[in-house]
């Protein structure tokens, strides 16, 4: 009895031990397999130590519809709209200095003041002199006057007045309030004052150069085309411009004329793009400038940087339910911000809807069905400014 007894509980541990190398094997099994495919643990797996799958981060943008622009790329000098070279009007000498290089100033705003008392004493000494003559013509008819009764025709009253000196008079009166209004020198422009070129005390002579203000504000970029670009450039057209200093914060302008003359060398025209400044151009710079050539109206785009290839084939990774879902396009025509999706061919649809977010960041090496977690949306696109009221 004592043997059949041991022999009963060496055959269940016997059983026991098989089951147990049966049910790890089994595990060993699916966790090689899942190794072995590399496929990302659906929604509800869990890792193999029983910790949930992790949500990389990644950043995404909408695509939408809208125009796609193909634009001309080119380089351009900035010059201002008004470079004004300031001289003096009449001479005198400087009595204040009202600003310095670099100062803001406005239309009107004094720059220098000569000293007044030269032209107060002309001027009061021209009112002088008209009213002595203003005296003798009146003293040259008013006495007949009140005799006859009548006053003098229009005619005699000018030769009365030319050989009183009136008329003369009056002008030398006028010229002197000129000058003296001139010994106030104003800022004809608003813009920034470049230069000032005189010093307090100096004696001044007519036309000697003052000060130079420059207008940053309104500016022209005098872009070069190649001659086969030409037909493609179009005046009205859009024109985006920005500096090397400052290629995040282009600005939004328009192209007012295409020069007629094409230089035999470069083999190139001019484009003149005017454009209000924000104060990231300044007069005298180079700047990259991409002339609009063609406008295609309502398309669906994505950012070029969304869009990748694997096995040769485009793709886009799109955002559902928190999982990357790669999504096979046929892409159109670039400007390399956006890129166009054109149907399939096969279904005859765009696979891609307006509104849906397409991963532009952290998508490089991302498999089908990833988690992924979104970040706050990233500055992809360029910075479109307002479109500007070009003078």
């Known amino acids: 009895m004592t043997l059949l007894r041991f022999r009963t509980h060496v055959t269940l541990l016997a059983v026991a031990v098989a089951a147990g190398l049966v049910v790890a094997c089994s595990r060993s099994d699916v966790a090689t397999i899942d190794s072995a495919t590399g496929s990302e643990p659906t929604a509800g797996d869990v890792t193999n130590d029983g910790a949930p799958p992790v949500s990389l981060p990644v950043s995404a943008l909408e695509a939408r519809d809208g125009d796609l622009i193909l634009r001309v790329a080119t380089t351009g000098q900035v010059r201002s709209e008004a470079v004004v070279p300031l001289r003096a009007e009449v001479a005198g000498t400087v009595a204040q ?47 007949e006057s009140l005799v006859t009764g009548r006053g003098p025709t229009p005619e005699q009253r000018k030769a009365l007045m030319n050989k009183a000196g009136l008329a003369g008079g009056r002008l030398l009166l006028e010229r002197a309030r000129f000058e003296q209004a001139r010994a106030l020198i104003t800022s004809p422009v608003t813009g920034v004052v470049q230069s000032i070129d005189v010093a307090v005390g100096e004696k001044l002579s007519a036309g000697q150069p003052i000060s130079t203000v420059v207008d940053t504000r309104r500016l022209r970029v005098e872009a070069q085309v190649l001659e086969h670009d030409l037909p493609l450039i179009r005046v009205g057209g859009e024109a985006i411009v920005s500096s090397a200093g400052a290629p995040d914060r282009p600005l939004r302008g328009r192209v007012d004329a295409l020069l007629p003359l094409v230089d035999s060398v470069a083999r ?28 295609l109206r309502n398309r669906r785009l994505v950012p070029t940087r969304a869009v990748i290839e694997r096995d040769g084939r485009p793709l886009v990774f799109v955002v559902k339910d928190g999982r990357a879902q790669w999504t096979y396009i046929v892409p159109g025509r670039s400007n390399g911000v956006d890129t166009e999706v054109l149907p399939d061919s096969s279904s005859g649809e765009i696979p891609i809807k307006a509104g849906d977010p397409v991963i532009v960041d952290g998508h490089l090496t991302l498999t089908h069905d990833a988690p992924v977690k979104l970040l706050p949306k990233p500055d992809a696109r360029p910075r479109t400014p307002a479109p500007a009221r070009i003078p």
Do not use: C, H, W
Not at 104 to 109: E, N, P, S
Not at 117 to 128: G, H, K, S
Not at 275 to 290: C, F, I, K
């Open 268 to 295: 190139s025209g001019r484009a003149i793009v005017r454009l209000n400044s924000d104060g990231t151009l300044r007069p005298g710079m180079y700047a990259d400038v991409q002339l609009e050539a063609t406008r």
């Open 97 to 143: 200095l009202l600003v310095r290089a670099g100062d803001q100033v406005a239309v009107g705003t004094p720059l220098v003041k000569l000293d007044p008392y030269p032209f107060d004493l002309a001027v009061r000494e021209a009112q002088a002199r008209a009213d002595e003559a203003e005296q003798r013509f009146l003293e040259s008819y008013v006495p």
